[in-house]
């Protein structure tokens, strides 16, 4: 009966080590897939791969680090420096990310739109936007809470699928982590995960729409 005990109690220290783990790992991939990071990696890769017809000089570049990657992020210590936003916790977090999100894809379409921005830099910083938009939408007037994460992978992928070959499509395998980490984690449902998948493509096509009105081809 002891030894039965002692196994009993071996098995479920064991499985409770494997759960810590798995969650750590799922924590790890969600720092690792945050939108911000993933809109450097694509700005990145946009500059890297088109150049000028990117980005119309090298100070455009860091134009859109600052306002994609930078900005958004800011919400973040100032939640932590804001006795009143610190108590709200990871709401607080959440809804003001969405607004300094919002406040840098604004920025960055104005830098594009007022300092004749290439076809790259306008459907770049629309997506963003749009996508922000809906988001904002869903959060503030419908209390759907799509994932930002999902969201922050499927759209730099779609772009880059759309700009340099399918063959980029693959990372939409990212997807698959992404889903895993935040059902593990409790932080969305499947819905909210699909829905910010889904919109961020449906906003790169919006977004492709628009520019071809202001900057027709040819």
């Known amino acids: 009966m002891e030894r039965m005990e002692?196994?009993?109690t071996n098995g479920e220290r064991e499985l409770g080590a494997a759960r810590s783990v798995m969650s750590k790992i799922a924590k790890a991939l969600?720092?690792?897939?945050v939108p911000p990071v993933m809109a450097l990696f694509l700005v990145t890769a946009l500059y890297i791969g088109q150049g000028a017809e990117a980005f119309a000089a090298p100070v455009r570049y860091f134009e859109a680090?600052?306002?994609l990657c930078v900005?958004?992020?800011l919400a973040y210590?100032?939640?932590a420096l804001v006795p009143s936003l610190r108590a709200r916790g990871r709401k607080a977090q959440r809804d003001l990310a969405i607004v300094f999100s919002l406040l840098g894809y604004l920025m960055g379409a104005l830098f594009a739109l007022l300092g004749n921005g290439t076809r790259t830099e306008l459907e770049l910083y629309l997506t963003?936007?749009?996508s922000g938009a809906l988001m904002g939408l869903f959060s503030f007037a419908f209390r759907f809470k799509t994932s930002g994460h999902a969201c922050g992978v499927s759209g730099p992928f779609a772009m880059l699928g759309y700009k340099f070959g399918a063959g980029w499509f693959c990372g939409f395998l990212l997807l698959v982590p992404v889903f895993l980490s935040s059902i593990r984690l409790k932080r969305h449902r499947v819905s909210e995960l699909i829905a910010g998948a889904v919109i961020s493509v449906a906003a790169l096509a919006a977004a492709v729409?628009?520019?071809?009105?202001?900057?027709?081809a040819g």
């Open 209 to 216: 729409l628009i520019v071809n009105r202001i900057m027709p």
């Open 6 to 8: 002692l196994t009993s």
């Open 71 to 73: 900005l958004p992020v």
């Open 30 to 33: 969600r720092v690792l897939l």
């Open 65 to 67: 680090v600052f306002a």
């Open 128 to 130: 963003y936007l749009i």
């Open 77 to 79: 210590p100032l939640c």
